[in-house]
Nanobody, 125 residues
């Protein structure tokens, strides 16, 4: 069983920055593909970013490309999402997800096996 705990959400003005963290349990974190998703009010949960097991491979949704950066520290069992130039439309609950023992770069929700509880990000205009 893998447990994921997100942190770092909050309220920020448009144009500001936040860094989300997701701490994972498990001895084999370095083998996990990790992803970030978000769900805005009254909308479906959507893909934001993914990173492969080594950190060498990343993929972003078009809506965040150039503004958000996903990274990981395998020594700390943690994945990060640096969010810059935030917009009101980035307001959502952000979830991290894990796919253990993966060499791929999953972008679909059904590909992930474990999910965190989510952290709220609110961007004011």
């Amino acid at each position: 069983q893998v447990q994921l705990v997100e942190s770092g959400g909050g309220l920020v003005q448009a144009g500001g920055s936040l860094r989300l963290s997701c701490a994972a349990s498990g001895r084999t974190f370095s083998s996990y593909a990790m992803g970030w998703f978000r769900q805005a009010p009254k909308k479906e949960r959507e893909f934001v970013a993914a990173i492969n097991w080594s950190g060498a491979g990343t993929y972003y949704a078009d809506s965040v490309k150039g503004r958000f950066t996903i990274s990981r520290d395998n020594a700390k069992n943690t994945v990060y999402l640096q969010m810059n130039s935030l917009k009101p439309e980035d307001t959502a609950v952000y979830y991290c997800a894990a796919k253990p023992s993966s060499l791929s770069l999953p972008t679909q929700q059904y590909e992930y096996d474990y999910w965190g509880q989510g952290t709220q990000v609110t961007v004011s205009s």
